[in-house]
């Protein structure tokens, strides 16, 4: 289908989101009254720049607070709406959005609004321009798209139609199965938004919450299904008012907006993602001796090095671990994904414009392709060749047995950009989105997995888990990761690096322990060892960290029953501590 964006949605000047827009792939754009106020160009240079782009100009908005109004204000929207239109044509735009009258002075008498409106689409027909009426989901009297719709019908001109806009619809709780009692030729335009569930004012929400398609809980692909059935044939357009997106880079933004319109037209077709991940095959860590040293500590093993590269294969069960000599500060710098088809996984990136990043390689080495995540962190789609590079893996036996999950620190202008990113391309599906206390603000965390949220929760041991953060807490900058392992013994690990290494372990102070106990009957035996706890209707989780080298900490967990959360009870404590100045183990 024909694909569109308000100007609105991206950051920057007119011609630099012309320019971002089409770079990235869209057929057309709504202008966005408040960008060309400000733009210095003519509207005849705007119209030959999208020209020259390849843009279509599909849409001019917002005309407000027209119609239900008394005589007097009416001559002065129908005078109103005569400049407009000069500049539409100026423009090349033939299709002008009016919104639903929101003023105070508006009269609630549909007849009134019906007829007000096809004497503007007389008005509007004279010069080549057709009206779409939208219900806002704050409008005064009109504010249910199937009331628009009525109004429209009541007016009765071939030159007036409605505008769907996802998110005035679902916001209010709508049910979308009435958009089929409206003939498709009479949707001249459909709008899409996503949105996290809030409860707030819904004009505020609409105002600085919107998101792409994907990134919010909006269930958009069954309202569009809906706008299909009845035969629509116009284009799928964003329409995105978003804080962080205004203040993002524009062609990332729009690149993103273009990936979440891919992705949307791939439920519809009832596309299925081609080679969903199932496992961890590494991950990858900017490596120092001290790296090595909590690896060992934590009883892993080096057991190859690459043959090509300063990088280390340290293993221990089926959990592998790259040190990655590059002399930067220790990081998460690339994960390793068990995928059952590693090519149709990076046809599928490519797809969704997540493009294969140039990597040297020698003829010897195996054939890994890598994608960059919304961070930089590069994601590899894996077989078992990977391991020859390595020579002779042994298999380390320890407590621990694989990697669990891994956390990854948002830039906070990319948090919507990565949701999507991990949803879309890597076919993991979004699960608990919490905002966690932090000594200097929220930290807003969201965990994805590649097992629904509502899947049974047994059984589900073998699952990609990824928790993505946002970096930055209130004045702080807080960009750390970390990898979670696996043990099916964490007190016994707990032991031992008791015993061994008490340095590793980061002090969990007693008050937690203290409200623990009243809450659960628990073994007192996790206060000696510095263990953490929670539970929820499926099982039980023990977990315990450790201290932090340059950006990276590790996690040990263990999963009793079907449990399927991340402790996030306890990320506060974990938080705390850290923001303490817990000393670092020296780098």
């Known amino acids: 289908m024909r694909t569109s964006i308000a100007t609105v949605s991206v950051s920057g000047t007119l011609t630099e989101k012309l320019t971002a827009i089409a770079a990235a792939g869209f057929d057309g754009v709504e202008i966005f009254e408040n960008d060309l106020l400000v733009c210095p160009h003519p509207p005849e240079e705007i119209r030959a720049r999208a020209a020259d782009l390849g843009l279509g100009i599909d849409l001019y908005q917002p005309f407000r607070d027209f119609e239900a109004v008394p005589a007097p204000v009416l001559a002065a929207n129908l005078e ?32 009134l609004a019906a007829e007000q409106l096809r004497r503007l689409t007389e008005r509007a027909a004279e010069h080549g321009i057709r009206i779409a009426y939208e219900a806002l989901a704050w409008g005064r009297h009109v504010n249910e798209y199937l009331h628009a719709w009525r109004i429209v019908r009541m007016a009765d001109h071939p030159d007036l139609g409605t505008c769907l806009d996802s998110f005035h619809i679902l916001s209010r709780g709508s049910d979308p199965i009435g958009i089929e009692a409206i003939p498709g030729e009479k949707i001249f335009f459909l709008q899409l938004a996503d949105a996290p569930l809030l409860a707030m004012d819904v004009l505020q929400w609409s105002r600085h919450y919107r998101c792409f398609p994907g990134q919010g809980t909006l269930d958009l692909a069954g309202l569009v299904r809906h706008v299909l059935n009845t035969g629509y044939t116009g284009p799928l357009s964003l329409e995105v008012f978003n804080d962080h997106f205004r203040q993002a880079d524009t062609a990332r933004t729009a690149r993103d907006g273009m990936r979440s319109l891919i992705a949307l037209e791939q439920t519809l077709h009832g596309a299925v993602h081609p080679a969903v991940p199932t496992g961890f095959a590494f991950a990858e860590l900017a490596g120092t001796d001290s790296l090595g040293d909590v690896l060992s500590a934590l009883g892993f093993a080096p057991t190859g090095s690459h043959a090509g590269k300063p990088v280390e294969l340290w293993t221990q069960g089926e959990a592998r671990l790259l040190l990655n000599a590059t002399g930067a500060d220790p990081a998460l710098i690339a994960i390793g994904l068990d995928s059952p088809d590693p090519a149709g996984a990076v046809e599928h990136a490519e797809t969704l414009l997540s493009p294969v990043l140039p990597r040297e390689r020698a003829p010897q080495d195996a054939p890994l392709d890598a994608i960059a995540a919304p961070d930089g962190t590069e994601i590899f789609f894996c077989d078992t060749t990977w391991l020859g590079d390595f020579g002779a893996v042994q298999t380390v036996p320890g407590q621990i047995t694989r990697i669990d999950h891994v956390a990854l620190t948002q830039p906070w202008h990319h948090f919507d950009e990565a949701a999507l990113f991990y949803r879309s391309v890597l076919g993991l599906h979004p699960q608990e989105s919490l905002e966690l206390p932090d000594p200097y603000g929220l930290l807003r965390s969201k965990a994805m997995s590649t097992m629904p949220a509502s899947g049974a929760a047994a059984g589900a041991a073998e699952q990609v888990r990824m928790v993505l953060n946002i970096a930055q807490v209130g004045a702080g900058d807080t960009p750390w ?20 290494h008490p340095e590793l372990l980061l002090p969990i102070p007693g008050n937690y322990y203290d409200d623990l106990e009243a809450r659960h009957d628990v073994d007192p035996e996790l206060r000696r060892l510095g263990v953490l706890y929670d539970r929820d209707e499926h099982g039980e989780f ?33 938080l705390a501590v850290q923001h303490a100045g817990h000393p670092k183990m020296s780098e």
Do not use: W
């Open 80 to 111: 109103r709406a005569e400049h407009k239109f000069r500049v539409m044509e100026r423009l090349g735009a033939d299709l002008l959005l009016v919104c639903s009258n929101v003023s105070p002075a508006a009269i609630d008498d549909d007849g």
């Open 481 to 500: 990761q970390h990898v979670a392992l696996a043990s099916d013994d964490l007190p016994a690990v707990a032991r031992r690096l008791r015993a061994e």
């Open 542 to 574: 023990l977990h315990l960290y450790t201290v932090t080298v340059g950006r990276v900490f590790f996690e040990i967990v263990q999963r009793i029953g079907g449990y399927q959360g991340y402790g996030a009870v306890n990320a506060p404590i974990r």
